[in-house]
């Protein structure tokens, strides 16, 4: 089931956003500008998909110091299949993963894993491979993912060279990553694997 089927099932794109963020992070209590930070959606349609999230029992409000939080209600009643079927989705496309990290620089490897492929295991979740990798455009494109997903992620990015060299040498940190549980978006290096 991809993200754009949730999309559909779910009455916006932002209530999903929400609905990730909180489900990824159910401890969590935000003040609303918060929500729509992380999120990476407007202000005025945060705050309509929290009062709509309220309105079901989903979230949960509380005020500290004149401010008010919101935060995911343990009690909901729907709560288990709600994870279901929010986490049975993939995260994000690798079709919109690819299109994105395309952008970055001479991208050699991409490999995803972890949240971005819904598993709990995995040293990272995106291993980047390549050179002259532009730091803006990566930091802009791992804040979209991580508002997509509704949870910061956990990326290295290493030079061709320095790939290989780890390799060769059977670096505990990147045979993890490659015997772990994983899906290759883009491979170069076929020999080297």
Sequence with gaps: M?????EKLFHS???VKLLRLFLN???????????????KTDLSLSRKEIANLIDMKFLVSKKKSGKTYYGMNSSFTLLNELKKLIFKASPTSSERIMSQVDKLG????????????????????ILIVGEHISKSRLKNFLENTEAEIGRNLNYVSMSTDEFRYRRSMFDKFVI????????ILIDKLKSDL
């Design 25 to 39: 992070n159910p401890q969590e209590f935000y003040l609303s500008n918060e929500i729509s930070e992380k999120s």
């Design 106 to 125: 001479q991208i050699r490897l991409l490999v995803i894993s972890g949240a971005l492929i819904n598993s709990e295991k995995g040293r990272v979740d």
């Design 176 to 183: 993890d990553i490659l015997e772990g549980p994983h899906k």
């Design 13 to 15: 794109k932002a209530e």
């Design 2 to 6: 991809s993200s754009e089927i949730l």
